[in-house]
């Protein structure tokens, strides 16, 4: 299972953060905080397309899993990350947009089990389990 640690907010640096400013992705806990961001206009970083599916630097995210023998191997990674059907099915906007919605949510579960009620999604983790079933 994922879990999200909390963080602190980026503006009071007081109290745990809840949100995430919409354009720079800056941590804050409320909107008095939201507000005293914005008096410094900030804008959102431009992702060049080859780096698209790169972790957000601002989000930091540890991660729990309670079942080591579930975590991929370097070699299935790059299968993965080489994979024909994989890459054209990641240059599907509806996809690409699931997926920064998930890596961005502070519910990460939540949003994973919304996106498989999409089409494009179904399709690409499909794609995904079909390269790692093919090692």
């Known amino acids: ?74 070699s299935q990674l790059e299968s993965i990350a080489s994979s024909s059907e994989v890459i054209d099915a990641l240059k599907n906007e509806e996809l690409q947009k699931l997926i920064c919605k998930i890596e961005n949510s502070a519910d990460i579960e939540s949003e994973f089990d919304k996106a498989m009620e999409v089409d494009a999604f179904r399709l690409f983790t499909d794609k995904v389990g079909n390269t790692l079933f093919s090692l």
């Not at 503006?11 to 809840?18: I, M």
């Not at 995430?20 to 804008?43: N, Q, T, W």
């Not at 397309?49 to 370097?74: G, M």
């Open 1 to 74: 299972m994922v879990g999200a640690a909390k963080k602190k907010c980026k503006v009071c640096e007081e109290a745990d953060s809840k949100y995430k400013c919409p354009a720079c992705l800056i941590p804050y806990c409320s909107l008095g905080c939201f507000k005293k961001h914005k008096e410094i206009p900030c804008v959102k970083e431009a992702v060049p397309a080859e780096k698209k599916f790169a972790p957000n630097p601002h989000v930091e995210r540890p991660c729990f899993v309670d079942e080591p023998s579930i975590v991929l191997q370097q």
